[in-house]
T-cell receptor
Framework: SQKIEQNSEALNIQEGKTATLTCNYT??????LQWYRQDPGRGPVFLLL?????KEKRKERLKVTFDTTLKQSLFHITASQPADSATYLC??????????FGAGTRLFVKA | NAGVMQNPRHLVRRRGQEARLRCSPM?????VYWYRQLPEEGLKFMVY????????ESGMPKERFSAEFPKEGPSILRIQQVVRGDSAAYFC????????????FGPGTRLTVT
């Protein structure tokens, strides 16, 4: 069956460290993979999109990698800040009409 | 630039009533998606629409649920004869291009069925 999995356990890190979040998928061949941030009671906010032929994408303190062999994407936040505390959602699109979202990983950055 | 707008933000309905959720996409966006989110769960795709057309409604229950995106006005998600299990947050997203591109989400409508 098709699955998209993110760590269900919250990730707790110290301010200034790098946070690394994982997204694994099975039985999909995504054309695109996206990362979103969601704060409590709010809609998701788009962060980064990476295509299947791209290995890595960066934007300011954010970096996404996409390994189609391992069927995995890693999302990194460098020099993390308490304001980065949120739930981060991984989403993939196979080129069809749907975008499939993972359940998200909650990140807590302690000052 | 106004973002995606949804209203109402909170909606309370008794079992058996109808719920109408509205979504105004960002200016210039002609692609609209509706999602449902339960607490501690991910977003579940419901339906994808372009102006006046339903493109993919495979995530929407066959009964009681319908969606439209008319030529003028907002997109509407309609739930008839609501049941307690319909209680959830419903998010609308819009995109300037087709599927697989970044989506811009509204703040959501929290539906509570009593």
């Amino acid at each position: 069956s098709q699955k998209i999995e993110q760590n269900s356990e919250a990730l707790n890190i110290q301010e200034g460290k790098t946070a690394t979040l994982t997204c694994n998928y099975t039985n999909y061949s995504p054309a695109y993979l996206q990362w979103y941030r969601q704060d409590p009671g709010r809609g998701p906010v788009f962060l980064l999109l990476i295509r299947e032929n791209e290995k890595e994408k960066r934007k300011e303190r954010l970096k996404v990698t996409f390994d189609t062999t391992l069927k995995q994407s890693l999302f990194h936040i460098t020099a993390s800040q308490p304001a980065d505390s949120a739930t981060y959602l991984c989403a993939l699109s196979t080129g069809g009409f749907k975008t499939i979202f993972g359940a998200g990983t909650r990140l807590f950055v302690k000052a | 630039n106004a973002g995606v707008m949804q209203n109402p933000r909170h909606l309370v309905r008794r079992r058996g009533q109808e719920a109408r959720l509205r979504c105004s996409p960002m200016k210039g966006h002609s692609h609209v998606y509706w999602y449902r989110q339960l607490p501690e769960e991910g977003l579940k795709f419901m339906v994808y629409l372009q102006k006046e057309n339903i493109i993919d409604e495979s995530g929407m229950p066959k009964e009681r649920f319908s969606a439209e995106f008319p030529k003028e006005g907002p997109s509407i998600l309609r739930i008839q004869q609501v049941v307690r299990g319909d209680s959830a947050a419903y998010f609308c997203a819009s995109s300037p291009d087709g599927p697989g591109r970044e989506q811009y989400f509204g703040p959501g409508t929290r539906l509570t069925v009593t």
